[in-house]
Every structure is written in structure tokens, then in C-alpha cells.
């Protein structure tokens, strides 16, 4: 047991990561074939969330390593902090890029922006198709009907929300349920015992914005273990 927190009971943590895999296989229809996938990767930069950065820093590297062979992927890191600033970088297409970028970042002390968030993926796939955004925070500080119907126009654009929730905020977690809902994307807990899982699904997440169920199938296979056990439920 770690000192900063608890780990969730083996069948419980099952049940919600089958959960996030189901909702998963329902998002949408992912990229033209022979197009590389489109990443908007969100964070949370405010000062509650430094102690997890770092190990938000390692664990990005997974996604570019698992959709080499599907045809790469291109990530946009998005992210908040402090007063009023949340920024966006450009399309990166190597892990060495994105995490040069995160490692430039510091947290500070600020209120969520999660609605800059939602808006700048609305203005990015209609100017060119994005296939999935992944948001990573631990509070919503904001009107939550305003998320949601942000979350409803990203749904109705094909761009699910795959919302990882850090800490057990109910208020937070009542709404990025709703914004996962709503785009067609998926919802799931996690804390700091719990980032080798987190990095699993991340890099399952990123291989289904490039090829869809059938590569994230195919991914299973070949990394075995949860992925594994878990894709072959979602065929049932």
C-alpha cells in the first residue's frame, strides 16, 4: 500500500476497467485508412496535480511506441494553470517531442479550464479531423451544463472524450462521467498507486484513435496481459 493513497480492491478496479474498455468499443468510427491518428492529450496543470506530472511525463511515451505500426500518430498537448493561461502545442508526431514539451511545463496554482479545453478539439476537427481526446485532471471548477453540451458537440462530430480522473472528487466525477457520456468516449478513476495502469490504457486509447477496435484488438494480442483479457471480453 502506498503512503499517498490505497489501492482499489482487484475486482473493483476489474469491473471499472472492463467498463472503460466497453465504452471504448462504442466510441466512434476512427481515421481514413492510410491517414495517421489525431491526439488531443489534456492535462491538468494546476498545483493540486505536481506530485502526479512527473509520472504523467514517463508514461506518454507509449502512445507513439504503440501505434508505429498502424500508420504513427500526430498529439497536440493541450493544457491549463494558473490565471486564465491554457496553451496548446503543435501537432507532434515522436514521443521525444511531447515529452520535451511536458517537461517544460510547471504546475501552478488555478482554477479547471476544461471548457478551453473542449472548445479548442471543436475548433481543431473542424479544421482537420481529430480522432480522440484525452483529458487527465482531478476537478471541474466550472458550470458543468456548459461541459456537457461541449462534450454533446463533440460527440455529434465524431471526437470521443476519454476522460482519466485522478482522485475521488464526486462533483468532478458526476460531470466527466456525463462529458465521457456524451462524446461517445469513456470515463475511469485512477490515483497514484495505479500508474502502470493508466499507462496500459493510454497506449490502448492512442491505438484505437489510429486503427479502431480491430488494432486495438490486435494489440492486445500481441502485449497480452490485462489488454489482452480485456479485449477479448469486449468481442463477446
Given at each position: 500500500?502506498?503512503?499517498?493513497?490505497?489501492?482499489?480492491?482487484?475486482?473493483?478496479?476489474?469491473?471499472?476497467?472492463?467498463?472503460?474498455?466497453?465504452?471504448?468499443?462504442?466510441?466512434?468510427?476512427?481515421?481514413?485508412?492510410?491517414?495517421?491518428?489525431?491526439?488531443?492529450?489534456?492535462?491538468?496543470?494546476?498545483?493540486?496535480?505536481?506530485?502526479?506530472?512527473?509520472?504523467?511525463?514517463?508514461?506518454?511515451?507509449?502512445?507513439?511506441?504503440?501505434t508505429a505500426a498502424l500508420g504513427g500518430l500526430d498529439v497536440k498537448l493541450v493544457f491549463y494553470r494558473g490565471f486564465n493561461e491554457c496553451k496548446a502545442s503543435r501537432w507532434m508526431t515522436t514521443s521525444a517531442d511531447l515529452h520535451r514539451a511536458m517537461?517544460?511545463?510547471?504546475?501552478?496554482?488555478?482554477?479547471?479550464?476544461?471548457?478551453?479545453?473542449?472548445?479548442?478539439?471543436?475548433?481543431?476537427?473542424?479544421?482537420?479531423?481529430?480522432?480522440?481526446?484525452?483529458?487527465?485532471?482531478?476537478?471541474?471548477?466550472?458550470?458543468?451544463?456548459?461541459?456537457?453540451?461541449?462534450?454533446?458537440?463533440?460527440?455529434?462530430?465524431?471526437?470521443?472524450?476519454?476522460?482519466?480522473?485522478?482522485?475521488?472528487?464526486?462533483?468532478?466525477?458526476?460531470?466527466?462521467?456525463?462529458?465521457?457520456?456524451?462524446?461517445?468516449?469513456?470515463?475511469?478513476?485512477?490515483?497514484?498507486?495505479?500508474?502502470?495502469?493508466?499507462?496500459?490504457?493510454?497506449?490502448?486509447?492512442?491505438?484505437?484513435?489510429?486503427?479502431?477496435?480491430?488494432?486495438?484488438?490486435?494489440?492486445?494480442?500481441?502485449?497480452?496481459?490485462?489488454?489482452?483479457?480485456?479485449?477479448?471480453?469486449?468481442?463477446?
Amino acid at each position: 500500500m502506498s503512503e499517498n493513497g490505497r489501492n482499489l480492491p482487484e475486482q473493483s478496479r476489474s469491473a471499472e476497467v472492463d467498463a472503460f474498455l466497453r465504452d471504448l468499443h462504442k466510441a466512434p468510427a476512427t481515421r481514413p485508412s492510410g491517414a495517421r491518428g489525431r491526439l488531443i492529450f489534456a492535462l491538468d496543470a494546476t498545483a493540486s496535480r505536481e506530485p502526479s506530472w512527473d509520472r504523467a511525463c514517463r508514461i506518454q511515451g507509449e502512445m507513439f511506441e504503440a501505434t508505429a505500426a498502424l500508420g504513427g500518430l500526430d498529439v497536440k498537448l493541450v493544457f491549463y494553470r494558473g490565471f486564465n493561461e491554457c496553451k496548446a502545442s503543435r501537432w507532434m508526431t515522436t514521443s521525444a517531442d511531447l515529452h520535451r514539451a511536458m517537461r517544460a511545463v510547471s504546475c501552478r496554482g488555478g482554477e479547471t479550464q476544461i471548457e478551453r479545453v473542449l472548445d479548442h478539439a471543436i475548433a481543431e476537427t473542424r479544421q482537420h479531423k481529430v480522432n480522440a481526446l484525452v483529458f487527465v485532471g482531478d476537478a471541474m471548477e466550472e458550470a458543468a451544463d456548459r461541459l456537457c453540451q461541449l462534450a454533446g458537440e463533440l460527440g455529434l462530430l465524431g471526437v470521443p472524450v476519454f476522460v482519466f480522473h485522478e482522485g475521488n472528487d464526486p462533483r468532478a466525477a458526476a460531470t466527466f462521467r456525463q462529458i465521457a457520456t456524451l462524446s461517445h468516449g469513456a470515463y475511469l478513476g485512477f490515483d497514484l498507486t495505479s500508474a502502470g495502469r493508466l499507462k496500459e490504457l493510454l497506449a490502448a486509447v492512442a491505438v484505437y484513435a489510429a486503427g479502431g477496435y480491430r488494432a486495438l484488438a490486435a494489440y492486445g494480442e500481441k502485449k497480452g496481459g490485462e489488454i489482452l483479457r480485456l479485449t477479448a471480453q469486449l468481442r463477446n
